[in-house]
C-alpha cells in the first residue's frame, strides 16, 4: 500500500504542513501529506486573508525561497492593501483579503502537481519511535507508515476542545473531530505539553446586512502582489470590506452573557492571543472604550458569506446574535455560523532545535500552532523551514537556519526556542532588531541565492532576481553620477515648500531629501529617459528610491548586524556542563541548561541571561 519508506513524511495539510510537504518534494524527498480530510488542505480556519503587519513580509519571505504561499494569496485575492505606506519601508506590509474556497482548492492544485508528493486520509494516532529515532506514524486504523523523518503541523486539532457558552464538544475546527493519541506519545517519550486557545467571530449572510450604514473600505489605488515570480499578476478588480463599530448597547448586551462564558466562568483556563483578543475580552479589559471597530470582510468573489473581524467570542450564540443585531448596518442580520473558542495540546517551542527539530527525537520535527504561534503566515514559514529541514537531514547535508538579521521567519524561530512562549506567538515589526533590513521590498535579494543554493528556489528565480538586483544598483548609481540643474530641481523644492538651492548638484543628494519623491524626481527627463532605456519595472524603481532615501539607516544596521553575527560564531558544545560555572547566576544555570543555547548570541538572549552571565561564557570559552 506505501512505499517500503518515505524521506519525509507530513502530519497535518494546513498552512504549515502543505509549505512542509512542497519544500521536501520540491527538493527532491519522497514525500507523504496525512491529514483527517483531504478537502480542506490550506484551509483558512480563521479569518480569509493573507499578510498584514510583519506576516505580510513572512509570505514574501516564504516566496522568495520557492515557497508557495505568495502565489497561492496572489491567485486568489480579492483585495491588495500595503499597509503603512506612510510610514518608513521597514514597516510597510503588504495584505491581501481572500477568496476562501478557491484558496484552498488553488492550494490542492498546486500540491497535487508537485513532484515526489503522495496524499492520503486518515488520522495520525502516534508516532514510531526506536532508539531515540522518529521511524514513522501509526494511523487510527492500525496501519503503520515507515518515514525517515517525520513533520507534525497538527494546528489546533490535538485534543481540540470548542466552547461556546456553557456548551463544549471535541473538535479541531468547526464540524471537524479532534486528533487524539499523538499528545500521549509525545508525553511518553518525556516531551513537556501545554494548552492553548484561540477563537474565531460569526460568518454571516451578506444579503442580511446594510452596507450603506458602514464606512466602506477599498483595496489600493494601483494594486501590487506578494510573489516575486512571473506566476501572477497584480489584481484589475477588487472587492471592498467595510467597518462599522460596536456601541455602548451592544456591550451592555453582550455583558449579559458573561455568566455563560467560558472564558469567565473557568471553563477555559488557558490563555488567548494577546493582539487578537474575543470581544468579550476586550470590553472587559478596556471598560473605558465605548465602542471598538469591526471589520466586515467578504469570504469570497461570489459568496454571501461575510467574516466579522474584531468580533471573536465564544459567548453563548443566542448573545452573539442578539448583541451582533445593535451593531449599525446588522439589524436584520442572519448568521451561517456562530462565533466559538478553541482549546488545544501544544508543546512548548524550547523543546527544539533552531532546525524545527526536536532535541529529544532524531527526525522529528513540529511546526504551526503545535509549537504555540498563531496565524497562517507564522505556521507557514515554519513548515517551509522543517520541510528543507527534513529534507536535508534524510540526504546526510548541512542544515539551513535563517539568522535575526537574515529573515523574520529567523526572528520568529529564534524566539520561540530561545524564549519559549506561554500565549500564542504572533510576529510584529517591533519583534525585529533589524526590520530596515528585513523589508518587504528585498526579501528576494536576502533570501533567493540562500534557497537556490540549497536546491529550492529556482534558476529562473534565481535569475530574475539577479536582473532586479543589478538593474536597481544602476539606477541608484545613475543618482549618485548625474547632476540636476537648479532649473530642474528648485520647481521640485518649492512644490515640496522644501530650501531651494543656488547650485546643481548629484540627484543623489537632493533625492536623499525626505520630502521628495519617486514621481518627483520622474518629472527631470534624464530620470525618466534611464527608466525608459533600461526597461526598469516598479519593483527596480522602488528598491532603488529606499536604498538612495534610506541609505544611512540600513549601513547602520548592517554594521550592528555584523557585530551580532560574530557572537553568532561562537559556539557552544551541545554537551556543555553549565553547573560547573559557578560564576553564572542560579537562573541562568538554569536556563542554559534547559535550553541548551548553540552560540553565545542566543545565549544572550534567553530571558534570566544577564550580561554579566554572558561575560563568564566568554571568559571560559577564552574568547
Not at 293 to 318: K, R
Not at 583 to 607: D, G, V
Amino acid at each position: 500500500m506505501f512505499p517500503k519508506e518515505y524521506d519525509v513524511i507530513v502530519v497535518g495539510a494546513g498552512h504549515a504542513g502543505s509549505e512542509a510537504a512542497a519544500a521536501a518534494a520540491n527538493m527532491g524527498s519522497n514525500t507523504l501529506l496525512v491529514t483527517m480530510n483531504l478537502q480542506t488542505i490550506a484551509q483558512m480556519s480563521c479569518n480569509p486573508a493573507m499578510g498584514g503587519i510583519a506576516k505580510g513580509q513572512i509570505v514574501r519571505e516564504i516566496d522568495a525561497m520557492g515557497g508557495y504561499s505568495g502565489i497561492i494569496s496572489d491567485k486568489t485575492a480579492i483585495q491588495f492593501k500595503m499597509l503603512n505606506k506612510s510610514k518608513g519601508p521597514a514597516m510597510w506590509s503588504p495584505r491581501v483579503q481572500s477568496d476562501r474556497m478557491r484558496f484552498a482548492e488553488t492550494w490542492r492544485l498546486k500540491l497535487e502537481q508537485t513532484p515526489n508528493l503522495d496524499f492520503y486520509q486518515e488520522m495520525i494516532s502516534g508516532i514510531i519511535v526506536e532508539n531515540g529515532n522518529i521511524k514513522g506514524v501509526r494511523t487510527s486504523l492500525g496501519l503503520e507508515i515507515r518515514g525517515k523523518s517525520v513533520v507534525l503541523t497538527n494546528g489546533t486539532f490535538l485534543n481540540g476542545l470548542i466552547h461556546i457558552g456553557e456548551k463544549q464538544f471535541g473538535g479541531g475546527r468547526a464540524g471537524e473531530k479532534a486528533s487524539t493519541g499523538i499528545t500521549q506519545d509525545l508525553l511518553d517519550l518525556g516531551f513537556e505539553a501545554g494548552r492553548m486557545k484561540t477563537g474565531t467571530p460569526p460568518r454571516v449572510d451578506g444579503r442580511s446586512l446594510d452596507f450603506s450604514k458602514m464606512i466602506e473600505q477599498p483595496g489600493d489605488a494601483i494594486p501590487e502582489k506578494f510573489s516575486y515570480s512571473d506566476e501572477t499578476s497584480p489584481l484589475k478588480n477588487q472587492r471592498s470590506c467595510h467597518m462599522s463599530y460596536t456601541s455602548l448597547d451592544v456591550h451592555d448586551i453582550l455583558r449579559e452573557g458573561f455568566d455563560r462564558s467560558p472564558m469567565f466562568n473557568g471553563a477555559i483556563q488557558s490563555l488567548g492571543p494577546r493582539y487578537c483578543p474575543s470581544i468579550e475580552d476586550k470590553i472587559n479589559r478596556f471598560a473605558d472604550k465605548d465602542r471598538h471597530q469591526l471589520f466586515v470582510e467578504p469570504e469570497g468573489w461570489d459568496t454571501v458569506e461575510y467574516y466579522i473581524n474584531g468580533f471573536s467570542t465564544s459567548l453563548p450564540e443566542d448573545i452573539q446574535f442578539k448583541a451582533l443585531r445593535q451593531v449599525a448596518g446588522f439589524e436584520n442580520v442572519k448568521f451561517f455560523r456562530p462565533g466559538y473558542a478553541i482549546e488545544y495540546d501544544y508543546f512548548p517551542p524550547t523543546q527544539l532545535k533552531h532546525t524545527l527539530e526536536t532535541k529529544l527525537v532524531s527526525g522529528l520535527y513540529f511546526a504551526g500552532q503545535i509549537n504555540g504561534t498563531t496565524g497562517y503566515e507564522e505556521a507557514a514559514s515554519q513548515g517551509l523551514m522543517a520541510g528543507i529541514n527534513a529534507h536535508l537531514k534524510v540526504h546526510e547535508k548541512e542544515s539551513f537556519v535563517l539568522q535575526r538579521n537574515e529573515a523574520y521567519i529567523g526572528v520568529l524561530i529564534d524566539d520561540l526556542i530561545t524564549k519559549g512562549t506561554e500565549e500564542p506567538y504572533r510576529m510584529f515589526t517591533s519583534r525585529a532588531e533589524y526590520r530596515t533590513l528585513l523589508r518587504q521590498d528585498n526579501a528576494d535579494f536576502r533570501l533567493t541565492p540562500k534557497a537556490f543554493e540549497i536546491g529550492l528556489a529556482s534558476e529562473k528565480r534565481m535569475r530574475k532576481m539577479e536582473e532586479k538586483k543589478e538593474k536597481s544598483e544602476s539606477f541608484v548609481q545613475f543618482f549618485k553620477d548625474t547632476s540636476a540643474s537648479t532649473d530642474e530641481i528648485n520647481p521640485i523644492f518649492e512644490s515640496r515648500e522644501s530650501a531651494l538651492v543656488q547650485q546643481s548638484d548629484k540627484m543623489f543628494k537632493f533625492f536623499a531629501r525626505p520630502e521628495v519623491t519617486m514621481d518627483d524626481m520622474r518629472t527631470i527627463t534624464a530620470v525618466e529617459n534611464f527608466i525608459e532605456e533600461n526597461y526598469l519595472d516598479v519593483e527596480m524603481i522602488q528598491q532603488a528610491e529606499v536604498q538612495v532615501k534610506y541609505s544611512g539607516y540600513i549601513e547602520k544596521e548592517k554594521n550592528n548586524a555584523d557585530k551580532l553575527n560574530r557572537l553568532e560564531g561562537l559556539k557552544i558544545p551541545a554537551s556543555f556542563d553549565y553547573s560547573k560555572l559557578k560564576s553564572l547566576s542560579y537562573e541562568a544555570r538554569e536556563k542554559l541548561t534547559k535550553i541548551k543555547p548553540a552560540t553565545i548570541s542566543q545565549a544572550s538572549r534567553i530571558s534570566g541571561v544577564s550580561p554579566n552571565d554572558v561575560s563568564v561564557l566568554l571568559v571560559y570559552m577564552g574568547r
